[in-house]
C-alpha cells in the first residue's frame, strides 16, 4: 500500500531543493526574521530557545527535501503570538534541526532528548467511566490522534499529486467499516461554504485559514485532498490532509471518557489494517507539529467552569498541576466568552495512550471538584 518516498516537486521545493548551501536569499529572510523575532516580546519556545550560537549553527542546513531552517520556523516569525512556533517541514528535521527541536519538545513533553517513546498501549478503555455522571459540568468529550501515512513527506513538501493520492486511498480505505463505524467521505472540493461552516460551528471540522499554518506552507494547494469522514452518529469522525495527513476522532456529548476511548481505540484499529503509519523509536508517530508527537493522542472535554475561570491566572495554574491544556471552544487559538472551556491533556510523548487518557481523566476530576468548592 505505501509508496516508494516521492521526491519533492512542489514549486517551492523545486526552487530551493538540491544540492548546495541554503540560498542568499533564504539566509537573508532568515536574518531579517531573527532580527524582529529578538526584538519582539514573542511569547514562543521559538523565541527562547533559538539563540543566536544555534541560528548561527542551524541557518546553513539543509534536508535532503530541500528543508531549510525557514521551512521550520517561518510560522513562528510571521506569528510572534505563537506559543511554539516551530513545525518540521518534513521528517528529517527533526534531526538535522535538533539543536532547536529537542529542548521545545523536551520542556513540552516533559522528557529527555535520549529518551525512547514507549510501546503503544491503549489499555482498558472499560476503567474510565464518565467524569461527570450528572452532566453538570461536561458537555462533550473528544479523543483524537494524528497519523502520518507511510510514503508521504509533511505537508511542506508534499504535491498536489500526493494529496490527491492520500485522499483516494483514505477514501477506499473507509469505504467498508464495520458496525457503527461505517459512514461517509465528504471532501472540501465541492463542499458549499454553509455545508463546510455548519460543520466547523458543530466543532466537527477543522478551521479554514489557520494563519499558523498558512505560514509553514501547509495550506498549499486547498482545498485539494482536504476531507472529513464521519459515522452518521458524527460519534466517529476522521480529518484527511489538514495538518497531518490524518486526524482520528471519536466525540459525543456527556463526559463518558471511557465509551468515546473505546470507540477511538476500536477505530484506529481498524485504519490500520489499510494504512501503514510512519513512527520513531524516539518519536513514536511522528507528526509535523512537535507538541503531537508520541501517542499524538488529545483527549479533551468541553466543561463549565464559571467560577473557576472568572481567574484566568489561577486557572491556569490550577490546569498546569495536572499537564492539562486549555483552549477555547473554537479549538486552539479561540476565545471562550462563557466560561464555557476545551480542557486537554498537554503532554502526549513519553508515555502511552492510557496514561495520557488517565493524565487527563484524574486532572478533570480534580478540576470539577475545586469548581464545586469555588466561591
Ligand atoms: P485538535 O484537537 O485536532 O488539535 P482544535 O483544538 O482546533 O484541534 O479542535 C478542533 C475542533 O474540535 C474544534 O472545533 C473544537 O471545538 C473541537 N473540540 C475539541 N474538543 C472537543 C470536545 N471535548 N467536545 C466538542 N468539541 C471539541
Ligand atoms: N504553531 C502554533 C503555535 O505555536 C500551534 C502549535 C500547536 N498546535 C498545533 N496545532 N500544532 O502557537
Redesign the pocket.
Known sequence: MAKALPKPKCKKCEEKCGKGKTSPEVLAQLEAGYEKLVDSDSPSMLKRFLTKEIFDKLKYKKTSFGSTLLDCIQSGLENLDSGIGVYAADPECYQVFSPLFDPIIEEYHHVKATDKQPASDWGNAATFGNLDPKGEFV????V?C?RTIKGYPFNPCMTEENYKDIESQMQAALKDLPGDLAGTYNPLTGMSKEVQQKL?DD?????EGDRFLQSANACRFWPTGRGIFFNQAKTFLM?ICE?DHL?I?C?QPGGNVGETFKRLIAAVAEVQKKVTFVTSERFGFLTFCPT?LGTTI?A???IKVPKLSRDMDKFKELAGKFNLQI????????DSPDGVY?L?NKRRLGLTEYQCLKEMYEGITEIIKAEKGAK
Open positions: 458537555i462533550s468529550t473528544r483524537r494524528c466547523i466543532h466537527y471540522l477543522f478551521k480529518w495538518e486526524r476522532m466525540m503531537n488529545r479533551s472535554v468541553h483552549r477555547g471552544t473554537g479549538g486552539e487559538h479561540s476545551d486537554s
